[in-house]
């Protein structure tokens, strides 16, 4: 699973932030790395140069293997928080995604004979 991390000129991006990003990304999505081709994460300031509280924007895109880009954008306070939200809800994201995939129904009748 390549990842890569990118912000704004308003975010401070430095080898720190990297390094926290591209370890919750894969404890957050360690279940799926297998069918992860890629993950994308940009960070950027909503308020950019305004006074006032500061309003993070973190979006995650993750292409699966065969499957079209998936992407999950979550605001918040601070980098942190961000972060992890963007992190839980790709998980909740992918978890539906392949869920569905693999769900099978072993011993199910078919209408085929």
Same mark, same amino acid.
């Given at each position: 699973?390549?990842i890569?991390?990118?912000?704004?000129?308003?975010?401070?991006?430095?080898?720190?932030?990297?390094?926290?990003?591209?370890?919750?990304?894969?404890?957050?999505? $360690?279940?799926?790395? @297998?069918?992860?081709?890629?993950?994308q !994460?940009?960070?950027?300031? *909503?308020?950019?140069? %305004?006074?006032?509280?500061a309003?993070?924007?973190?979006?995650?895109?993750?292409?699966?293997?065969?499957?079209?880009?998936?992407v999950?954008?979550?605001? $918040?306070v601070?980098? @942190?928080?961000?972060?992890?939200?963007? !992190?839980?809800?790709?998980? *909740?994201?992918?978890? %539906?995604l392949?869920?569905?995939?693999d769900?099978?129904?072993?011993?199910?009748e078919t209408?085929?004979?």
């Amino acid at each position: 699973m390549q990842i890569q991390v990118r912000t704004d000129y308003h975010v401070d991006g430095d080898e720190g932030l990297i390094a926290f990003v591209e370890e919750q990304v894969k404890a957050g999505l $360690a279940p799926y790395a @297998d069918r992860i081709m890629s993950v994308q !994460v940009h960070l950027s300031s *909503e308020s950019g140069a %305004r006074k006032g509280p500061a309003d993070l924007a973190c979006m995650i895109e993750v292409r699966p293997s065969r499957r079209g880009p998936v992407v999950v954008r979550r605001h $918040a306070v601070t980098k @942190d928080g961000g972060i992890h939200a963007a !992190v839980d809800g790709m998980r *909740e994201v992918l978890g %539906r995604l392949f869920g569905r995939a693999d769900q099978h129904h072993p011993g199910a009748e078919t209408i085929r004979r």
